[in-house]
């Protein structure tokens, strides 16, 4: 019989060994476990696969054989988050520890979908759903950035769809975990690293479609707040219709899949030049029917009068310019001549009635000293002095008096005039 402890000297066979673990194993019954599946690989109907803690590091290998795979009613892969009904079998003859799966089903769907709802109702508060605070992605961005995981179709999508579309496209790439523990993380990182490029125009997070849980990060609220503080536009082409993250809501555009997101950000050569091709033929023609316009309109305005002759108007304006000088000389000279005609007239009325003409007849006028005329004998008392104006000259002379008394006494008084 075996002793009950093992010493040096009394060892314990290794069956005895093996018995014991099975016997502490077997005690243990089935569990539930919660974990995310790394690996799940099938094998004539049995699934082989690992199962890792969701918080600390620390993975078990697990079974699940045909007879139980048929019975569940999910589909399962890798990343997905389960709990699983385990019982922990010890192998006695092979010295293996296997845990066998009896049941497995998907877990946190409920609360997860709960706490996005949440965040979304949150972020929706604050504005960084509006359409307001999205900016217009440029026209041809001279970089590109793409987030992206590393050597995915997702990459491989965007490089070459971009690249036929325009082969000068230049990008800065920066490879990050899209699902799993990791990926928020290096996103994050990601974006912060080509959003402070200042070569880089546009920013493409891309991923190849999922599951709803292996599309749980790009709902994180770290990625989300990234994305919404990044001073550079970002693109999200996630590839899932069925259950959109919230970084499809955050971003300035969403693309429907990494080839959507490519063809949206770049712009097809081959169209840009038959649009080019086509401006200028409409441009081409628009300049050449207004040229026609405006021959046309000069051959109009040459065949005019007044262009195809102008010496014309300067005959006609001569010709008048004639007449109006030869009236103006007719009305000059008729009324010089009228003017002539009235001077006459008025002379020989003047003359007629001029003192002069009574004087050139032979009469005098007498006047006083103080120059008044004398028309009465009585007003030139005898020794008066005045001057008497002939029609060509004048005498002093003196008068005699009415009567004569006043006769010089050297002779008779003259006779000085006829009457008044």
């Given at each position: 019989?075996?002793?009950?402890?093992?010493?040096?000297?009394?060892?314990w066979?290794?069956?005895?060994?093996?018995?014991?673990?099975?016997?502490?194993?077997?005690?243990?019954?089935?569990?539930?476990?919660?974990?995310?599946i790394?690996?799940?690989?099938?094998?004539a109907?049995n699934?082989?696969?690992?199962?890792?803690?969701?918080?600390?590091?620390?993975t078990?290998s697990?079974t699940?054989?045909?007879?139980?795979?048929?019975?569940?009613?999910?589909?399962?892969?890798?990343?997905?988050?389960?709990?699983?009904?385990?019982k922990?079998?010890?192998?006695?003859?092979g010295?293996?520890?296997?845990?066998?799966?009896?049941?497995?089903?998907?877990?946190?769907?409920?609360?997860l979908?709960?706490r996005?709802?949440?965040?979304?109702?949150?972020?929706?508060?604050?504005?960084?759903?509006?359409d307001?605070?999205?900016?217009?992605?440029?026209?041809?961005?001279?970089?590109?950035?793409l987030?992206?995981g590393?050597?995915s179709?997702?990459e491989?999508?965007?490089?070459?769809n971009a690249?036929?579309?325009?082969?000068?496209?230049?990008?800065?790439?920066?490879?990050?975990?899209?699902?799993?523990?990791?990926?928020?993380?290096?996103?994050?990182?990601?974006?912060?690293?080509?959003?402070?490029?200042?070569?880089?125009?546009?920013?493409?997070?891309?991923?190849?479609?999922?599951?709803?849980?292996?599309?749980?990060?790009?709902?994180?609220?770290?990625?989300?707040?990234a994305?919404?503080a990044?001073?550079?536009?970002?693109?999200?082409?996630?590839?899932?219709?069925?259950?959109?993250?919230?970084?499809?809501?955050?971003?300035?555009?969403?693309?429907?899949?990494?080839?959507?997101?490519a063809?949206?950000?770049?712009?097809?050569?081959?169209?840009?030049?038959?649009?080019?091709?086509?401006?200028?033929t409409?441009?081409?023609?628009?300049m050449?029917?207004?040229?026609?316009?405006?021959?046309?309109?000069?051959?109009?305005?040459?065949?005019?009068?007044?262009?195809?002759?102008?010496?014309?108007?300067?005959?006609a304006?001569?010709?008048e310019?004639?007449?109006?000088?030869?009236?103006?000389?007719?009305?000059?000279?008729?009324?010089?001549?009228?003017?002539g005609?009235?001077?006459?007239?008025?002379?020989?009325?003047l003359?007629?009635?001029?003192p002069?003409?009574?004087?050139d007849?032979?009469?005098?006028?007498?006047?006083?000293?103080?120059g008044?005329?004398l028309?009465d004998?009585?007003?030139?008392?005898?020794?008066?002095?005045?001057?008497?104006?002939l029609?060509?000259?004048?005498?002093?002379?003196?008068?005699?008096?009415?009567?004569?008394?006043?006769?010089?006494?050297?002779?008779?008084?003259d006779?000085?005039?006829?009457?008044?």
């Amino acid at each position: 019989m075996p002793p009950e402890r093992s010493t040096r000297e009394n060892p314990w066979p290794v069956a005895l060994l093996s018995g014991k673990l099975k016997e502490y194993v077997d005690r243990l019954g089935s569990a539930w476990i919660e974990g995310e599946i790394t690996q799940w690989s099938v094998s004539a109907g049995n699934v082989y696969g690992k199962l890792k803690d969701l918080e600390q590091d620390a993975t078990v290998s697990f079974t699940i054989w045909s007879s139980v795979r048929s019975r569940l009613k999910e589909d399962f892969k890798q990343g997905d988050r389960v709990v699983a009904s385990v019982k922990v079998n010890w192998w006695v003859k092979g010295g293996s520890l296997t845990m066998q799966v009896f049941d497995l089903k998907h877990v946190g769907l409920g609360d997860l979908l709960e706490r996005i709802e949440r965040l979304r109702v949150q972020l929706r508060a604050e504005g960084l759903f509006d359409d307001s605070r999205k900016r217009p992605l440029p026209f041809l961005p001279g970089v590109i950035g793409l987030v992206t995981g590393k050597d995915s179709d997702a990459e491989k999508d965007v490089l070459r769809n971009a690249q036929l579309r325009w082969p000068n496209v230049r990008f800065r790439v920066e490879h990050a975990a899209v699902q799993g523990e990791r990926s928020a993380a290096e996103v994050v990182q990601a974006l912060a690293k080509l959003d402070a490029d200042p070569e880089v125009e546009v920013i493409i997070v891309a991923r190849g479609g999922g599951d709803f849980q292996n599309l749980l990060s790009f709902s994180d609220e770290a990625v989300l707040r990234a994305a919404a503080a990044a001073s550079t536009p970002v693109v999200s082409a996630i590839g899932h219709e069925a259950d959109r993250p919230l970084l499809d809501e955050v971003a300035d555009l969403r693309a429907s899949t990494p080839t959507d997101a490519a063809k949206r950000v770049v712009p097809d050569v081959a169209e840009e030049l038959l649009r080019v091709g086509q401006a200028r033929t409409r441009i081409g023609m628009r300049m050449t029917s207004l040229l026609a316009h405006e021959v046309d309109r000069i051959g109009q305005l040459r065949s005019r009068p007044v262009l195809a002759n102008p010496q014309w108007m300067i005959d006609a304006r001569a010709e008048e310019v004639t007449r109006w000088v030869a009236r103006g000389a007719e009305l000059a000279e008729r009324i010089v001549e009228r003017a002539g005609v009235r001077v006459g007239e008025l002379r020989g009325q003047l003359r007629a009635l001029s003192p002069q003409a009574t004087m050139d007849r032979g009469y005098a006028i007498a006047q006083t000293a103080d120059g008044a005329v004398l028309r009465d004998a009585a007003d030139a008392p005898a020794g008066t002095a005045f001057t008497l104006t002939l029609a060509r000259g004048a005498i002093d002379a003196s008068s005699l008096g009415p009567d004569g008394a006043g006769a010089r006494p050297d002779g008779p008084a003259d006779d000085v005039g006829g009457p008044e």
